[in-house]
């Protein structure tokens, strides 16, 4: 009781020059960005994968007396495996530390980005955001004819019958799309599955509507049950926390020059021939973040924004 009557007026002295997650009394929440399509990445331009946000959810979950993890959600949705692996990545955590962990939508978690949504145990949206996109699509271009008219022949040899399924420069065939549609059939059963053991006990709506593909604004959202409620992060926090609450932002670590390049490690003595490589990678990796740009743009463009 002596120890505890010196160290009390010692904290209060301290506290207010102390670093915010030291200080007496304040809550800590750290918080985690998911920001962006995903599975959509390039040697230059790292997309929301599992590889990409795996240890920043694992040091999110090792601050030391963390009340809770947060989620800041911002996603169209992309590659479901790579947002069911994120997801199950989360709720292993959450699990195995036994923190709660809350998800702020703030323009849009649709698709797979809803699917990371599910992985809060609550879900807050903001009031402009967009919820929803439960659902499966396969897009793509048939270029057969084109080929016809530039006067191209395309030659591809295969071993097994379905290796060129749904293969863009030859006609589309009907047992091809059908095998897709069952394959969509599949993921989407376990995708409206993961909702409804996530979301049982406050879903509202029919089957019919919560899954349909359909997506909503978040007052909508709150009225079928996929959120829990309208706000923001930083006020909900606050409001559940106390003012004093902190929320540090959890960062991936940053390579040379704040990035790294896949596939570059170090420049060995032949650095003729190895800048030459890094040049091909460079160029190669310019051409493919241009196209997954325009992918991810056109994901992002469903929702307006």
């Not at 071993?159 to 095998?179: H, I, N, S, Y």
Request: hydrophobic share 45%; net charge positive; charged share 25%.
């Amino acid at each position: 009781m002596a120890n505890a009557s010196v160290l009390a007026p010692l904290r209060r002295l301290l506290n207010p020059i102390l670093p915010a997650r030291m200080r007496a009394g304040a809550a800590i929440v750290p918080v985690v960005r998911l920001h962006g399509a995903i599975g959509l990445s390039s040697p230059l331009r790292p997309g929301l994968s599992m590889s990409a946000v795996s240890k920043t959810l694992e040091r999110a979950f090792a601050v030391k007396g963390a009340k809770a993890v947060a989620l800041a959600i911002n996603s169209p949705g992309g590659a479901p495996a790579q947002s069911h692996l994120i997801y199950r990545r989360i709720r292993a955590l959450a699990e195995e530390k036994e923190i709660p962990v809350i998800g702020f939508v703030e323009d849009v978690a649709a698709s797979g980005g809803y699917m990371l949504a599910c992985a809060a145990d609550e879900i807050v949206a903001d009031p402009f955001s967009i919820v929803g996109s439960i659902g499966v699509v396969s897009a793509g271009f048939g270029f057969d004819r084109v080929l016809d008219k530039v006067g191209v022949d395309r030659r591809v040899y295969t071993a097994g019958t379905r290796k060129v399924m749904l293969d863009p420069f030859q006609p589309e065939k009907p047992e091809d799309v059908e095998r897709l549609k069952a394959l969509q059939k599949e993921i989407h059963e376990v995708f409206t599955g993961l909702v409804r053991a996530r979301r049982a006990d406050v879903l509202s709506g029919d089957d019919d509507t919560l899954f349909s593909g359909e997506f909503w604004s978040a007052a909508r959202a709150q009225e079928l049950g996929l959120v829990d409620a309208i706000g923001d992060l930083r006020t909900h926090l606050r409001a559940r926390y106390g003012e004093k609450v902190v929320m540090p932002l959890i960062e991936p670590k940053s390579g040379l020059f704040g990035r790294r390049l896949p596939g570059v490690t170090a420049l060995g003595a032949a650095s003729g021939g190895a800048s030459m490589q890094i040049g091909a990678q460079i160029g190669a990796g310019a051409a493919e973040s241009l196209v997954g740009v325009a992918e991810e743009r056109a994901l992002w463009g469903r929702f307006g924004l």
